[in-house]
């Protein structure tokens, strides 16, 4: 297959992991189950499972862990992508994992023997309800797809993201809208929201330390942050993407970046550790790049930790702006944060000097 990011040789692995439960009373923490060897761009790997978890804060939090390990040997460390899903059984039955088919998390490198997962996969009670038809006549099914990155495309744009879901096909917007099971529960402003431990856990690692250690409904109220903006991120914690009516335009100007949408989402993202979000954030500010914004932006995207966008900011200033003096905002960061401003000359230095050079 071709890929954004270059040309991708992929292979796919059902396993059915028979005498669940057996197993699971049988081994301790930190102890795994290992599918049979299989093929995926052109080397040999294999899944491994921890029904009791990796590591024994995933196990008193209530996870079980999931990962792949490459078994062949291999000249060069591996680049690969990879989605790793728990089915249901039925024929249209919901799964549930994670895909890095869409570049939202980086691109791991791997050489033999080396795992690649997540330590807090699933709450372990979620995976063994019957309401979720994961375990059938104590079965459970998992589907790994792995991809080898065999060439690379220089040519990528400075900010890399799709704004899709966190996999393929993995919609749980209608868990969120149904409030079934519902066992945390958030007061923004004026509304109370709810939500569901398993899924918030498994996609921030801030709710993950915030709500381990109890498994009794909890009710938290936060603070400094709009209902609308809270909704959002819930939103795209179950889906992946964004509503519709919140895909603003980004129109901000000057300081104004910081009340945008676009730049409490990106203040979201990075108070929650949300990755995903945080470079879909990056994305939507940097479509709307111009010297009016570049500078406030700049500021914005050093606050939040948003690194690509921070790079970007300062190649487009450096670029477009000869004389930084007359950049708009240059007053503002002389004023709030003067490190940022030494650091766009430092840059523009070191153009000059490249071009003296030539």
């Not at 796919?12 to 057996?22: D, R």
């Not at 807090?120 to 038809?133: A, D, I, N, R, Y």
């Not at 495309?153 to 519902?182: M, R, W, Y």
Request: aromatic letters at 10%; a neutral charge.
């Amino acid at each position: 297959m071709e890929d954004k990011v270059g040309k991708t040789e992929k292979g796919s692995h059902l396993w059915v992991v028979k005498n669940y439960s057996m197993l699971r009373k049988q081994i301790g923490v930190g102890k795994s189950i290992e599918s049979e060897e299989f093929s995926a761009g052109g080397h040999r790997w294999m899944i491994v499972f921890y029904p009791n978890a990796k590591d024994i804060d995933a196990y008193h939090a209530g996870y079980v862990s999931l990962y792949i390990v490459l078994k062949s040997e291999s000249s060069v460390h591996l680049q690969i992508l990879h989605e790793i899903y728990v089915l249901e059984h039925s024929d249209d039955g919901h799964e549930f994992g994670f895909s890095l088919f869409k570049i939202d998390e980086g691109i791991p490198c791997l050489s033999r023997g080396q795992l690649c997962g997540i330590c807090c996969f699933m709450k372990q009670e979620f995976l063994e309800s019957p309401s979720t038809g994961f375990l059938r006549d104590d079965c459970l099914k998992i589907r790994c797809t792995i991809g080898v990155l065999t060439s690379h495309n220089h040519n990528q744009p400075l900010i890399i993201i799709e704004n899709q879901p966190h996999g393929d096909e993995t919609d749980f917007s209608n868990v969120l809208d149904s409030k079934k099971g519902a066992d945390v529960f958030f007061r923004v402003e004026k509304e109370r929201l709810c939500a569901h431990k398993w899924m918030l856990a498994a996609r921030s690692p801030v709710f993950r330390s915030l709500l381990s250690g109890c498994n009794k409904p909890q009710e938290f109220i936060i603070t400094n942050m709009e209902s609308r903006i809270f909704k959002a991120m819930l939103w795209f914690i179950y889906k992946g993407n964004l509503l519709e009516e919140d895909e603003q335009t980004f129109d901000a100007h000057g300081p104004c970046v910081f009340e945008s949408f676009w730049g409490k989402m990106l203040a979201a993202a990075n108070r929650f550790g949300l990755k995903s979000l945080r470079k879909v954030c990056e994305s939507r500010i940097w479509e709307s790049m111009s010297l009016e914004t570049v500078a406030y932006t700049l500021h914005l995207a050093d606050i939040y930790g948003a690194t690509q966008l921070k790079s970007a900011c300062l190649k487009f200033a450096v670029k477009n702006q000869a004389d930084l003096r007359h950049l708009v905002g240059y007053n503002y960061l002389s004023i709030n944060s003067p490190s940022l401003l030494s650091e766009l000359l430092k840059n523009i230095i070191n153009i000059d000097k490249k071009s003296n050079k030539v």
